[in-house]
């Protein structure tokens, strides 16, 4: 059972995030489909806490590298998401643990800005470095189960600013500087999350929404998707690596903006049904590549060494 666990891979975490966020996505269907993917994240949260408890010291080395660290606060965000399954049934429970979460992932981003911002090396610098600042606007998304949105709103602007700073940082890392290889380029997927973070954010935070902030949100995000949607067939043709684990979120955070702005724009008495259409496409999709790289996860983990010996050994010839 050990050498199961031992297997673990920590980005794993960013699935039991998009587990969560698909199921809220899909809760106008019913609360069946949440109960069952709410199920499997916490069962993936129970390995995560098993990785750590009986091996502590591979966890510590592995967070040493930037790019491990900065999907953890994955964590706190899962837990921010979480808080709104409980609030039907733990209200004051779940208000208590949305605080908690949001000011563990505060901790997060003064504990990662230290090690990294201060000694800045763009080398260091992944996409998943908008999970640390960016993803916390995933607080301010369920902010208006407690009526925190006035806290949410603060939350957005911190988000957005640092989506603004950390796009160019981002992009011009990918297309200058060398040491993006095999293993990491599928980091690339979290481009797609924090302009949806943003946009989901503003649309449940704000009452009077700016067309304009709405419009740039909405297309950012639309666009972003659409690229990294170029990219999935190199997902399903490569060899497993953790940063697979990178497409389940932001895949899933983006259908959840993108119905939340077909719902504002119907509200505003603009209805169309190819709209309605694309978020059961998009709803579908999110669900299809969470549940995709949750079993590329489990059969790496179930894998037997002899099997990866003998592959490997196939490689080779």
């Known amino acids: 059972m050990l050498m199961y666990i031992k297997k673990?891979?920590?980005?794993?975490?960013?699935?039991?995030?998009?587990l969560l966020t698909t199921g809220n996505l899909l809760l106008s269907h019913g609360n069946l489909p949440r109960i069952i993917l709410g199920g499997l994240s916490l069962f993936l949260l129970l390995l995560f806490a098993l990785k750590f408890i009986f091996f502590m010291d591979i966890c510590k080395n592995d967070l040493k590298n930037p790019l491990i660290a900065s999907v953890m606060p994955a964590f706190s965000m899962g837990l921010m998401v979480f808080s709104s399954?409980?609030?039907?049934?733990?209200?004051?429970?779940?208000?208590?643990?949305?605080?908690?979460?949001?000011?563990?992932?505060?901790?997060?981003?003064?504990?990662?800005?230290?090690?990294?911002?201060?000694?800045?090396?763009?080398e260091n610098l992944y996409p998943s470095w908008f999970i640390v600042y960016v993803g916390i606007c995933t607080g301010a998304i369920v902010s208006n189960n407690f009526g925190y949105q006035h806290i949410g709103r603060l939350i957005f602007y911190f988000g957005f600013s640092s989506y603004i700073i950390l796009a160019p940082l981002n992009i011009y890392r990918f297309l200058k500087v060398?040491?993006?290889?095999?293993?990491?380029?599928?980091?690339?997927?979290?481009?797609?999350?924090?302009?949806?973070?943003?946009?989901?954010?503003?649309?449940?935070?704000?009452?009077?929404?700016?067309?304009?902030?709405?419009?740039?949100?909405?297309?950012l995000s639309s666009l972003t998707l659409i690229i990294i949607l170029t990219k999935l067939p190199r997902?399903?043709?490569?060899?497993?690596?953790?940063?697979?684990?990178?497409?389940?979120?932001?895949?899933?955070?983006?259908?959840?903006?993108?119905?939340?702005?077909?719902?504002?724009?119907?509200?505003?008495?603009?209805?169309?049904?190819?709209?309605?259409?694309?978020?059961?496409?998009?709803?579908?999709?999110?669900?299809?590549?969470?549940?995709y790289i949750l079993i590329r996860y489990f059969n790496f983990i179930l894998e037997r060494e002899e099997d990866i010996i003998e592959n490997l050994d196939l490689d080779l010839d």
């Open 8 to 18: 673990i891979p920590l980005p794993i975490i960013a699935i039991f995030l998009a």
């Open 85 to 122: 399954y409980l609030h039907s049934y733990l209200p004051k429970f779940s208000s208590i643990l949305w605080i908690f979460s949001v000011l563990l992932h505060s901790i997060f981003i003064i504990i990662f800005s230290i090690k990294y911002l201060i000694n800045f090396n763009i």
């Open 178 to 219: 060398d040491g993006i290889n095999e293993s990491t380029w599928p980091t690339i997927g979290v481009f797609a999350s924090p302009a949806s973070l943003c946009l989901a954010a503003y649309i449940n935070c704000f009452e009077n929404k700016n067309l304009f902030i709405f419009g740039l949100l909405l297309f």
């Open 235 to 291: 997902i399903f043709e490569s060899d497993f690596y953790p940063s697979i684990a990178s497409f389940s979120f932001p895949i899933a955070i983006s259908a959840l903006a993108f119905k939340l702005s077909v719902t504002h724009l119907s509200n505003l008495g603009y209805s169309y049904n190819i709209l309605n259409l694309l978020v059961k496409f998009e709803e579908s999709l999110a669900l299809s590549i969470v549940l």
